[in-house]
């Protein structure tokens, strides 16, 4: 779903893989072997290698809710992914969605 979003407003597999790999941890051939797994996108999230410490400069509404005021952890970090990627099919340079 994340790259299909993404694509639809021409941005590439590649770089929603960056946005993953900079707020997880994971490298670019874990994520795609994940594709082939049965893991729960909590499991996903719980068993990152590293969540960027920069991920909590994400701010901003998700479908509403703004992501920094989320108290429960996980959906937390889901939807720092999901702004990730909103950023990501809105445009922004990728300096800016990686908080460089």
């Not at 996903?44 to 429960?72: D, M, Q, S, W, Y």
């Not at 909103?86 to 922004?92: N, Q």
Request: with cysteine.
């Amino acid at each position: 779903m994340l790259v299909a979003k993404a694509k639809k407003k021409g941005r590439t597999r590649a770089e929603v893989d960056e946005v993953i790999a900079w707020l997880t941890g994971y490298r670019a051939e874990e994520l795609s072997g994940m594709l082939e797994t049965q893991q729960s996108y909590g499991d996903f999230f719980r068993n990152a290698p590293h969540l960027n410490e920069k991920r909590v400069l994400i701010t901003g509404t998700v479908c509403g809710v703004r992501v920094e005021e989320i108290e429960e952890p996980l959906m937390r970090e889901i939807r720092y992914l999901d702004k990730l990627v909103d950023e990501l099919a809105k445009g922004k340079p990728m300096e800016k969605i990686l908080r460089k």
